[in-house]
């Protein structure tokens, strides 16, 4: 496997939203790492294992049935758009009660309650 490649494709699949292929290129790339493979030379271990901990964070959902498919939202306070939050941010599962997401859009870093969460389908993995 050539893991320069496998990331690019890995990184290409998480912009256009192809969760299931990213998920599948991500558990690939893992696994060529634990078998001691060197890292793509686009990322430090460090930062590779990071990302990979995101990708596989963000699509865990596409292993789940249907009605579990739910991904939480809040909206900026600044520029009204939505930042993605993991769904332990929320509810009585909440581990963190200082949650304090920082936006994608404008930068601003805000807190929120659990009434703030909207939620919704996930989009069907491609
Ligand atoms: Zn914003």
Wanted: hydrophobic share 35%; proline share 9%.
């Amino acid at each position: 496997m050539d893991p320069n490649q496998t990331y690019l494709d890995l990184f290409t699949a998480m912009m256009n939203g192809e969760h299931k292929t990213a998920r599948e290129l991500a558990h690939s790339l893992q696994q060529w790492l634990r078998n001691g493979g060197f890292y793509p030379h686009q990322m430090n271990p460090e930062a590779m294992q990071a990302y990979l901990h995101d990708v596989l964070r963000r699509t865990a959902y596409v292993d789940l049935p249907p009605e579990q498919q739910i991904m939480f939202y809040v909206v900026c306070p600044e520029c009204r758009c939505h930042v993605e939050i993991p769904g332990d941010a929320v509810g009585p599962e909440r581990t963190d009660p200082w949650n304090v997401v920082g936006c994608d859009e404008c930068d601003t870093i805000f807190d929120f309650d659990d009434e703030d969460v909207a939620q919704v389908q996930m989009p069907a993995p491609r």
